[in-house]
């Protein structure tokens, strides 16, 4: 099993819905991010949070919002989609020690 | 905040010749430059990496070296092989709000 699951991996929606992706980790970490991808921007930052009571803004929090319901637990919300929010969203946990990051897999999200 | 400059954004050599790809970044205070790796349909994973208290880092094919004064650095892949075939994203960082990326280099080994 992955150390680091996303859920779900593909969604396609319409705009004005609300959308959760879910992310959960076996790692034991404290660290956890939700990062985004577009074609030749790279990882740009969502939200990221230290512990269950820490929330932080990212490079590009506006239209996301999160909720870190436990250690392990990680969740991303768009409460009113729009189509530029269509992207590969991605979760990660970090070892607080080194700094590395650990990836899931990725949630393509698609808003029409 | 930091500002990471990747080049270049896709990059074709020949199966068995080496590969650089480099970096540039503007917080003099980021002290964490790791280097990963995203095969199709993956999440990213952690490579190679060095800090700023060391000016290369080599791990068989794959090295890094890192010039603070010119605030740069590089990933360098010898022999390379077709499953070095990926995106690479350079990042740096070691401040509380985590990493910054570069906009990664698409690497094709032709064969």
């Known amino acids: 099993d992955a150390d680091v699951t996303q859920t779900p991996r593909n969604r396609i929606t319409k705009t004005g819905k609300r959308i959760m992706l879910e992310c959960s980790q076996t790692k034991g970490h404290d660290r956890m991010y939700w990062y985004r991808q577009d074609p030749g921007l790279g990882l740009q930052l969502i939200y990221y949070s230290f512990d269950v009571k820490d929330i932080n803004k990212g490079e590009i929090s506006d239209g996301y919002s999160v909720s870190r319901q436990a250690q392990a637990k990680f969740s991303l919300s768009l409460e009113s989609a729009i189509p530029n929010q269509t992207a590969l969203y991605f979760c990660?946990?970090?070892?607080?020690?080194?700094?590395?990051?650990?990836f899931g897999e990725g949630s393509r999200l698609t808003v029409l | 905040g930091e500002n990471v400059e990747q080049h270049p954004s896709t990059l074709s050599v020949q199966e068995g010749d080496s590969a650089v790809i480099k970096c540039t970044y503007s917080d003099s205070a980021s002290n964490y430059f790791p280097w990963y790796k995203q095969e199709l349909g993956k999440g990213p994973q952690l490579i190679i990496d060095i800090r700023s208290n060391v000016g290369e880092k080599k791990d068989q094919r794959i090295a890094v070296t890192l010039n603070k004064t010119a605030k740069h650095f590089s990933l360098h892949i010898t022999e390379t092989q077709p499953e070095d075939s990926a995106v690479y994203f350079c990042a740096c960082g070691g401040g509380a709000d985590g990493l910054t990326f570069g906009k990664g280099t698409h690497l094709i080994i032709q064969p």
């Open positions: 990660a946990t970090s070892d607080s020690n080194t700094g590395e990051l650990f």
